[in-house]
């Protein structure tokens, strides 16, 4: 069996990359992460459609179909001067915690997480604690362990 140590180390590894990996996704180049691109709905023979339209040159008070521009492929947002991300390194790491708290999310999204969290707990509480210097110990591994994750 392994050591709280190296199980507690794995969690930040696992961590680490499922935000590693949040960063990919809302740091590529594409139009649903440019901080101008919205979506707009509109009913179509009968059906809901949606285009994403760029909303740089757009007023507050509405779209302006003179200024509408289509932006809804790859290759309109890899070339656009103009684009800037959505979402910030502090956003993405907000986001993370958002879900990590939320038990019905981080269960679906992260079983690893929960696996590792749930080793670390029988690990800690499988110890046998002979005095009151470990006890205390534990106890403050603990209450560091919950501010730091």
Request: proline residues 3%; glycine residues 4%.
């Given at each position: 069996?392994?050591?709280?140590?190296?199980?507690?180390?794995?969690l930040?590894e696992?961590?680490?990359?499922h935000?590693i990996?949040?960063?990919?996704?809302?740091f590529?180049k594409?139009?649903e992460?440019?901080k101008?691109?919205?979506?707009?709905?509109?009913?179509?023979?009968?059906?809901?459609?949606e285009?994403?339209?760029c909303?740089?040159?757009q007023?507050?008070?509405?779209?302006?179909?003179?200024l509408?521009?289509?932006?809804?492929?790859?290759?309109?947002?890899?070339?656009?001067?103009?684009?800037?991300?959505?979402?910030t390194?502090?956003?993405?790491k907000?986001?993370l915690?958002?879900e990590l708290?939320?038990?019905?999310?981080?269960e679906?999204?992260?079983?690893?997480?929960?696996?590792?969290?749930?080793?670390?707990e029988?690990?800690?509480?499988?110890?046998?604690?002979?005095s009151?210097?470990?006890?205390l110990?534990?106890?403050i591994?603990?209450?560091i362990?919950?501010?730091?994750l």
């Amino acid at each position: 069996m392994r050591s709280p140590g190296a199980v507690y180390r794995k969690l930040k590894e696992v961590k680490y990359y499922h935000l590693i990996a949040l960063y990919r996704k809302f740091f590529r180049k594409i139009p649903e992460n440019c901080k101008y691109n919205q979506k707009y709905e509109f009913m179509a023979d009968g059906q809901v459609r949606e285009i994403r339209l760029c909303i740089l040159h757009q007023d507050k008070n509405g779209i302006n179909p003179a200024l509408v521009d289509l932006c809804e492929q790859l290759h309109h947002s890899s070339r656009c001067d103009a684009f800037i991300f959505r979402y910030t390194k502090e956003d993405i790491k907000k986001l993370l915690e958002q879900e990590l708290s939320d038990k019905v999310i981080r269960e679906k999204k992260y079983p690893d997480i929960c696996a590792l969290e749930w080793v670390l707990e029988r690990s800690i509480a499988g110890t046998g604690i002979t005095s009151w210097l470990q006890k205390l110990y534990y106890v403050i591994k603990k209450y560091i362990f919950k501010i730091f994750l």
